[in-house]
Nanobody, 124 residues
Framework: QVHLEESGGGLAQTRGSLRLSCVVSGLTFSSYAMAWFRQTPGKEREFVAGIAGKGGRGYYADSVKGRFTISRDNALDTLYLQMNNLKPEDTAVYYC?????????????????WGKGTLVTVSS
């Protein structure tokens, strides 16, 4: 059974930092592209950042480029999102997702598995 569990969310101040983690089990982690998405009430789930199965350079939404960094540790089956210079508009539930692909994925419908999400709140 595949399981993705996010952690690290919470309350941060504007210009502050948070680091999200996503521990994955039940699949061959290095064979899956991973991504972070986020969602606020009344809006569709939005792509944040993605990374290929072997790691390397991430791909980012314009809204977070230069502030967020996605990374993964395939030895620990864990995905990370380092979020710096946070803004109130970053407030959302953040989800990690896995997709069976050799390439970076950035479309929600292309992802095969999802975590339950972790809430990030940025105060102004």
């Amino acid at each position: 059974q595949v399981h993705l569990e996010e952690s690290g969310g919470g309350l941060a101040q504007t210009r502050g930092s948070l680091r999200l983690s996503c521990v994955v089990s039940g699949l061959t982690f290095s064979s899956y592209a991973m991504a972070w998405f986020r969602q606020t009430p009344g809006k569709e789930r939005e792509f944040v950042a993605g990374i290929a199965g072997k790691g390397g350079r991430g791909y980012y939404a314009d809204s977070v480029k230069g502030r967020f960094t996605i990374s993964r540790d395939n030895a620990l089956d864990t995905l990370y999102l380092q979020m710096n210079n946070l803004k109130p508009e970053d407030t959302a539930v953040y989800y990690c997702a896995a997709g069976s692909s050799s390439y970076i994925l950035y479309v929600a419908d292309d992802m095969d598995y999802w975590g339950k999400g972790t809430l990030v709140t940025v105060s102004s």
